[in-house]
């Protein structure tokens, strides 16, 4: 039952981080209809970015949880710069261009990325100075939850509840649907199309930047590499639940982090990923529009 | 000022540069000390960087716009060389004549390169055939690849099967695999295909790399012998050298076939189904062979450019066929120009050949290839040679009507 519990908690944990980046995914997904492969760097950056920032705030004497909340938002103003950054470079010139050449650019600014961090940073892995461990929790959630694993999961669902209510609430968020919906006619009624997407990258980036402060304080170390993997699983999340739909890209990354968890815990840990690979391809097979998606119907 | 809009936007974007790039460029961490290294003089670079770089991508951006409606794509200098019989037929003998020296005139380590850089053109030509013809996006086509070398390498292990017997069984392996992938994914669009034939290579990988039993684990296969001829001893010179040869031999027969398949039946019901999949259904044409097909075919290539590539390093580890591999030969069909043969020739030999010889940047080899990428879909999203369709026109008996 503890072995259980245990596998369970740390599938939440790493199911919630997948989600908060793979709403990026299925949010530009969503309106652009681009796999923006980059997405993965723009988490690798908001950790390390985090990183830095912890350190020189740690070294200035700042403690406890005002490091955490700093590095944070630090963390999340650089990431969303380079995610709007990213899109008017790379995907801005390519909007009326074959559906190829976007894919290309975006796998091309993500080997571009990875290559700068690790050309201006370093190829080793760097420690991650544990922030979420300075959270005092009450005994009762302590006995059954550690703390860094608590804060993961709580700050991801508060997170996604905002983007929720932002989304079905506001101006912005009414926009952002119209546009993912039918882009020329939100042209058409008065949208500025151009300035959705942008926020569309913007707040993305900014999920996926607390999602690498969080997993790498929860993990502990990190290095040039790790937006890869984590995007791959992130997008894999995304297709899941149903690419576009934002619930189904939260109930996607619940999902591969669980089967990840049990997969490793009771079969092999050696496959960890091939078991999240061969969830997708099961998916797809058997649901290609997802877990949550709405078909869509073809036509000429 | 004729520029000065450019100018000022550049230096604008400089500014947002420094400041983007500011905590990854200067601070470092040093976390076994616990010291901040600041490398201020990173900023000068990237601001200065930044500035010449804006403004160039913004010249061309605006020259583009100016003079993207007049030019027809497919008219291009380098097309009207390839038309003209006059041009083409010394240029193609030059080449011939080049390919046949090269191997004695330049090094065994020249020769190595070349011979990587031929299995990259069979590479490209073989993914052309499921990205540029039929409009499948595979991004794992290294799975092939892999399946190939692994079929050589575990064959001869096993059985001491020799190269040329594996060569048709690495090719029908591939393509088994091929039909395998595509089968349950055909029914999938374009990107959804795309992630699962990624997932589908991470998966052969990882079993490559832990299946200890099977494929020897991340250490690899080791020893695996050099194609034979006709049962002579080769030095190892000899044997690069006959390498080379095999491979030109090796890629002109993929040229042959795949220019063949693309005038054929199946080849125009491939462009069909690229260009349009529910008219194409429309027309008659069974849009799972077809696609199947096209999986097939292109496998086959990648399964022989991996018999191929065990032969030639004589070891292989599940290390050579990762997604970088795979994005490398995605890049060379995209930046050839989907489609064209001879497109995906000369990018497959720029991209391999390019970062070989310049090896003083051989730290910033990635990063370059990553922006090249990126400033190539921006600027010539169509590639160095766009695929043209074969026309059949009519024209008038011009000297006829004097008389």
């Known amino acids: ?300 | 000022m004729k520029f000065g809009e450019e100018l000022k936007k550049s230096f604008f974007i400089a500014l947002g540069l420094i400041l983007l790039t500011f905590p990854i460029m200067v601070v470092q961490v040093n976390t076994i000390e616990n010291v901040i290294v600041w490398r201020w003089r990173n900023l000068i670079f990237i601001g200065l960087g930044g500035f010449i770089f804006s403004f160039v991508w913004l010249l061309f951006q605006k020259k583009k716009s100016e003079s993207s409606p007049q030019t027809p794509a497919g008219h291009s200098r380098l097309h009207r060389i390839i038309d003209e019989p006059r041009l083409y037929r010394p240029a193609l003998s030059i080449i011939a004549f080049f390919a046949l020296i090269f191997p004695f005139v330049f090094s065994h380590y020249q020769v190595n390169i070349m011979t990587t850089a031929l299995i990259y053109v069979m590479l490209g030509l073989g993914l052309n055939i499921e990205v540029g013809l039929a409009g499948l996006l595979d991004l794992g086509y290294v799975a092939f690849y892999a399946v190939g070398a692994y079929s050589y390498a575990l064959l001869n292990y096993h059985f001491g099967l020799g190269f040329w017997s594996a060569l048709p069984v690495g090719a029908i392996l591939a393509a088994f695999a091929g039909i395998l992938v595509g089968f349950p994914v055909l029914r999938l669009r374009g990107d959804y295909l795309a992630i699962v034939t990624l997932a589908f290579a991470e998966i052969i990988r990882l079993v490559l790399e832990n299946w200890n039993e099977f494929s020897f684990g991340p250490s690899g296969i080791s020893n695996i012998p050099r194609p034979g001829f006709f049962g002579i001893k080769l030095t190892p010179e000899q044997s690069a050298i006959y390498m080379y040869f095999l491979l030109i031999l090796m890629c002109i027969f993929t040229i042959f076939v795949i220019h063949r398949l693309q005038h054929s039946r199946i080849g125009r019901a491939w462009v069909a189904l690229r260009e349009d999949e529910l008219a194409c259904q429309a027309m008659g044409i069974d849009k799972t062979k077809a696609k199947l097909a096209a999986f097939a075919l292109g496998a086959t290539w990648a399964g022989m450019a991996g018999v191929l590539f065990a032969a030639k390093t004589t070891f292989i580890n599940p290390a050579s066929f990762t997604f970088l591999e795979s994005a490398m030969i995605l890049s060379i069909v995209v930046l050839g120009g989907m489609g064209s043969v001879v497109g995906v020739v000369i990018a497959a030999l720029a991209l391999i050949l390019i970062p070989e010889y310049l090896r003083v940047f051989s730290n910033y080899r990635m990063l370059l290839f990553g922006a090249a990428l990126i400033i190539m879909m921006v600027f010539r999203p169509q590639g160095i040679l766009a695929d043209r369709r074969k026309k059949y026109e009519f024209h008038k008996l011009e000297s006829g009507e004097g008389n």
């Open chain 1, 1 to 300: 039952m503890n072995f259980f519990w245990d596998l369970f908690l740390g599938g939440i944990t790493r199911g919630s981080i997948y989600a908060l980046i793979a709403l990026g995914y299925t949010m530009v997904y969503g309106i652009l209809e681009l796999i923006n492969f980059a997405h993965g760097e723009i988490y690798m950056i908001g950790a390390f970015t985090a990183l830095i920032a912890a350190s020189i705030l740690t070294m200035q004497g700042l403690t406890g949880i005002s490091v955490l909340l700093l590095a944070m938002v630090i963390a999340v103003l650089y990431s969303s710069a380079y995610g709007y950054s990213v899109e008017k470079i790379a995907y801005k010139p390519l909007r009326q261009a074959p559906r190829l050449s976007p894919l290309i650019s975006a796998i091309g600014m993500s080997i571009f990325l990875q290559n700068y961090v690790m050309l201006a940073q370093t190829s080793d892995f760097l420690p991650f100075p544990d922030l979420l461990m300075d959270v005092e929790l009450p005994e009762a959630i302590a006995e059954w939850i550690a703390p860094s694993e608590f804060m993961i999961v709580v700050s991801a669902a508060v997170l996604m509840i905002c983007l929720t209510l932002v989304l079905k609430f506001t101006k912005m968020g009414k926009a952002m649907r119209a546009v993912a919906q039918d882009r020329e006619m939100a042209m058409l009624l008065g949208i500025n199309v151009n300035r959705i997407i942008s926020r569309t990258f913007i707040i993305g980036s900014a999920l996926a930047a607390i999602g690498g402060v969080l997993i790498g304080s929860h993990v502990g170390r990190i290095n040039f590499y790790i937006g890869f993997a984590a995007g791959i699983k992130a997008f894999t999340a995304a297709v899941l639940g149903g690419i576009g739909s934002i619930p189904g890209a939260m109930l996607g990354g619940l999902v591969l982090g669980l089967t990840e968890s049990f997969a490793t815990g009771y079969v092999s840990s050696d496959y960890e990923n091939v078991f999240a690979f061969a969830l997708l391809v099961l998916i797809l097979i058997f649901k290609p529009e997802g877990l949550l998606g709405r078909s869509s119907q073809q036509k000429v």
